[in-house]
T-cell receptor, first 111, second 118 residues
């Protein structure tokens, strides 16, 4: 099955700085790569996603890049704010739509 | 749009009893729903895929006789934890796909159900 690795496990940044989270996947057949934000006691919330036919996607302060050859994808958050503090998960899925999640990154934005 | 609800949001039950968790797609039809389990400070692990009108398919290591899944309509899937034990205490999350909404690859997640077995 698909194996998704995520780094770092924790990330502390100063407000206004950028945060970068990296993930690698094992199955070259994976074609959909979403990123989720999860706050304590809540379900995950999709913040951005990318499909395998695209190399980069941006939505305001959030961007995702995908390198299919190296099988890795990254989340970039610019101008971080305290409300960005949460746990972030990357995931990957193939044509069966089953999601395999990374281990998660706890992001803390220091005011 | 694309809202998924779960009920209850939290439940406490005694060891040996069964508990049912509902997952509903409120504004779209979901032919496929997924059930995940998340232990504290861990990631989401897929338990099973629920298809409307057919039997659920379970991931390796998940006991199908313990975690009963029913997907009787296009908007409702249920997960019943039978003969619950303290080790079943976890955060259970469902998700659903909207095949008609133009983003069939996206999963919409529910808010989760916290199960505590005493």
């Amino acid at each position: 099955g698909e194996n998704v690795e995520q780094h770092p496990s924790t990330l502390s940044v100063q407000e206004g700085d950028s945060a970068v989270i990296k993930c690698t996947y094992s199955d070259s057949a994976s074609n959909y790569f979403p990123w989720y934000k999860q706050e304590l006691g809540k379900g995950p919330q999709l913040i951005i996603d990318i499909r395998s036919n695209v190399g980069e996607k941006k939505d305001q302060r959030i961007a995702v890049t995908l390198n299919k050859t190296a099988k890795h994808f990254s989340l970039h958050i610019t101008e971080t704010q305290p409300e960005d503090s949460a746990v972030y998960f990357c995931a990957a899925s193939r044509a069966d739509y089953k999601l395999s999640f990374g281990a998660g990154t706890t992001v803390t934005v220091r005011a | 749009g694309a809202v998924v609800s779960q009920h209850p949001s939290w439940v406490i039950c005694k060891s040996g009893t069964s508990v049912k968790i509902e997952c509903r797609s409120l504004d779209f039809q979901a032919t496929t729903m997924f059930w995940y389990r998340q232990f504290p400070k861990q990631s989401l692990m897929l338990m099973a895929t629920s298809n409307e009108g057919s039997k659920a398919t379970y991931e390796q290591g998940v006991e199908k006789d313990k975690f009963l899944i029913n997907h009787a309509s296009l908007t409702l899937s249920t997960l019943t934890v039978t003969s619950a034990h303290p080790e079943d205490s976890s955060f259970y999350i469902c998700s659903a796909r909207d095949l008609l909404g133009g983003r069939a690859y996206e999963q919409y997640f529910g808010p989760g159900t916290r199960l505590t077995v005493t």
